[in-house]
């Protein structure tokens, strides 16, 4: 009897000593704070959600989640391994410190638009809506991501927008200043979504699709040389940068969704290459 009961105890003190393997095959990358995109993968045919929510993961393994501009301090993320094992990790979110950043020189009617022109803001709105679809397969977010143009970064996410003296919502992506005509590259693979020339706000905008929810979008465009539903390659010329829409200078916005959350693509790339 003592025999077994030392035997027994061995069997469990050696379980107990093993490693854990509850997250051995979850990797997640990206630095966890406010704003960012976070690139995860998982063993295959696990399923994934955020907070509840339930994450496309791909058939490999693949997902991609997003954290808003004030995301809270902590996120619950729930993987269930496909022989049922279903485990629970909380997530820090680091808190950002977000600039003030005041804009004078702004046209009138782009700060408060005639009633003439809500309606055109109202029927675009729809328009880059129906742009942002959320279930595309293809992980091109997986890849890795480059800066869409080479120039003087003018303009920060998370940043409060003051034009002309009023209080504008916080600026939802990271501005790329450079002259007129300066090539605009996709930062990665994707499947173009939206290509119009003439936005109210945004002038020329293009939207890619990264798969998963993950969109990019790019404004104030000068010239666009992708159509929609074109597949682009990562480097690939997309168009240029401009003046156009709700700008005092050229550059290209470079924002991004997941989700429909506005997320910082500027945590997806490095430092600005001279």
Do not use: C
């Not at 020189?105 to 809500?118: E, F, H, I, M, S």
């Not at 309606?119 to 890849?143: G, M, N, S, V």
């Not at 168009?239 to 829409?245: K, L």
């Amino acid at each position: 009897m003592r025999a077994s009961r030392w035997v027994l105890a061995m069997a469990v003190a050696a379980f107990a000593a093993m490693p854990s393997l509850a997250w051995a095959k979850v990797e997640l990358r990206g630095k966890l704070e406010q704003g960012a995109v976070i690139v995860g993968d998982v063993e295959s045919g696990a399923k994934v959600s955020l907070d509840g929510k339930s994450v496309m993961v791909s058939p490999d393994g693949l997902f991609v989640v997003g954290f808003g501009r004030d995301a809270g301090s902590k996120a619950i993320l729930k993987v269930t391994h496909a022989d049922g094992r279903t485990e629970t990790r909380s997530l820090a979110i680091a808190k950002r410190d977000y600039e003030i950043q005041r804009i004078n020189g702004v046209a009138r009617k782009y700060v408060t638009p005639p009633p003439d022109v809500l309606k055109r803001i109202a029927k675009e709105r729809k328009l880059k809506a129906a742009a942002r679809p959320a279930d595309t397969p293809d992980a091109y977010f997986a890849e890795k991501f480059e800066w869409p143009a080479k120039g003087v970064i003018s303009g920060v996410y998370g940043s409060q927008r003051i034009f002309n003296g009023k209080p504008r919502r916080p600026h939802f992506g990271v501005d790329v200043a450079a002259p007129t005509g300066t090539p605009i590259v996709a930062p990665a693979d994707g499947i173009v979504t939206l290509a119009q020339p003439d936005m109210f706000y945004e002038g020329g905008l293009v939207f890619l699709d990264h798969g998963h929810g993950l969109i990019g979008y790019f404004m104030h465009m000068s010239k666009i040389d992708v159509k929609t539903g074109e597949h682009v390659k990562r480097g690939q010329k997309i168009g240029e940068i401009g003046q156009t829409g709700r700008a005092t200078g050229p550059h290209v916005h470079w924002g991004m969704t997941w989700q429909g959350t506005y997320v910082d693509p500027a945590t997806l790339v490095g430092p600005m290459p001279k």
